[in-house]
């Protein structure tokens, strides 16, 4: 099952406490205090993982805890820090902070790593130089470990494709798809057969040695039909996997048993795009005209060819099931693709902490401010 968003909470460890003991051995009659500091709690991390390719595994297990930290014990022995938590997410998820809505991270690369919820702090025994003062020399004072780092998050996956390809229900994508790739979605004779993305691994060169031919990802979404942004059909909610692409072809059907008008079904699909994303409808497009070999009135085609000419447009007929114009298309769209610059990949180290926790590493290496600080004992001088 194919599962693109999902709502998880996160609880970073609590922070364990600290103790209050003091030494006690023989021939030791001051031994002093000796309350270990509790452990610091676990952190929770999201990793990219190349290997997965959905969210179901968050669909129902929506909670996610690390360990706490041990708490401090005596003879100054400090409580061990908890493990941490890694969750793992396909290459392509969006982190999103549920409840303000800001995005958090980008997974664009495989093995990224970045933590969502920091753990607590460990407390502080009575054995810390903290407490003990040579006027307060057996202070009976400590401090309970910091709670976890507490959030709400919403993920969403954005397949990561280099062509994208659109059109009406029942245009030939899952076809086209299946010809020029070896992914093998459901193809039948009526709408909507396609009810979830779809990626193949295209070679534009297959004649050229392995490893050093140009190679490029096609991702199939589901048919759009009109009004398609107000919720007719499936809806818009698939378009948000090829907002990544580079390159749209879009796929129309110009064969005989098709009694639309196909200059009509392109303009209805371009409002479509515009209406989910101005910056979608402006990525650089290919026209293709599908199913020639059940086209015997060519009327059509020959309108959308000077259609899109007017448009200055890059246009191609193609028929999938005879392999009439493939190889010409599949060519066209990496020269495309070569002529595209490749998004730059963003370096901000900042940006690999949420925006409370670089705030919170930013406060932790700032001097301890007088709140944390002991109260004033009687003879100290301020």
């Excluded at 969403?156 to 245009?171: I, M, Q, R, T, Y």
Aim: glycine share 12%.
């Amino acid at each position: 099952m194919f599962v693109d968003e999902a709502k998880i909470q996160v609880k970073g460890g609590d922070g364990g406490n600290g103790c209050v003991a003091f030494r006690r051995e023989k021939y030791v009659p001051r031994g002093g205090p000796s309350g270990g500091d509790g452990g610091n709690g676990g952190d929770v991390f999201l990793e990219s993982d190349p290997n997965d390719n959905t969210l179901l595994r968050y669909r129902y297990n929506r909670e996610f805890r690390a360990e706490r930290g041990r708490h401090g014990e005596g003879s100054d022995c400090h409580g061990r820090t908890g493990e941490e938590t890694v969750l793992k997410v396909p290459v392509g998820t969006v982190v999103y902070d549920a409840e303000s809505g800001e995005q958090l991270f980008d997974f664009t690369e495989p093995g990224q790593r970045f933590r969502v919820a920091r753990g607590g702090r460990g407390g502080r025994g009575n054995g810390n130089p903290r407490f003990t003062r040579p006027w307060h020399q057996a202070p009976r004072e400590h401090e309970d470990g910091h709670p976890g780092e507490e959030r709400h998050l919403r993920l969403e996956l954005k397949l990561l494709a280099d062509v994208g390809l659109v059109g009406f229900p029942n245009a030939g994508k899952s076809t086209l798809i299946s010809r020029i790739s070896a992914a093998r979605p459901k193809i039948a004779a009526y709408p909507f057969t396609t009810l979830e993305p779809h990626l193949g691994v295209v070679s534009a060169d297959p004649d050229a040695a392995p490893g050093t031919g140009r190679t490029f990802v096609v991702a199939d979404v589901p048919g759009l039909i009109e009004g398609a942004h107000e919720g007719a059909g499936l809806g818009v909610r698939f378009l948000k996997h090829i907002e990544r692409t580079r390159l749209i072809a879009h796929l129309v059907d110009t064969s005989d048993a098709n009694e639309r008008d196909p200059i009509h079904d392109f303009e209805v699909i371009e409002h479509e795009l515009e209406s989910f994303s101005p910056e979608l409808a402006k990525k650089p497009m290919i026209v293709v005209a599908t199913k020639l070999d059940a086209t015997t009135n060519r009327t059509h085609l020959d309108e959308l060819r000077d259609f899109c000419a007017k448009r200055d447009l890059e246009f191609h007929a193609i028929s999938s099931a005879t392999g009439e114009g493939i190889v010409p298309l599949v060519r066209a769209m990496a020269d495309a693709l070569d002529r595209i610059p490749k998004p730059a990949a963003k370096r901000d180290p900042a940006e690999q902490l949420p925006s409370g926790d670089h705030a919170q590493s930013k406060a932790a290496a700032a001097p301890a401010s007088a709140p944390d600080s002991l109260p004033a004992q009687r003879g100290e001088k301020r």
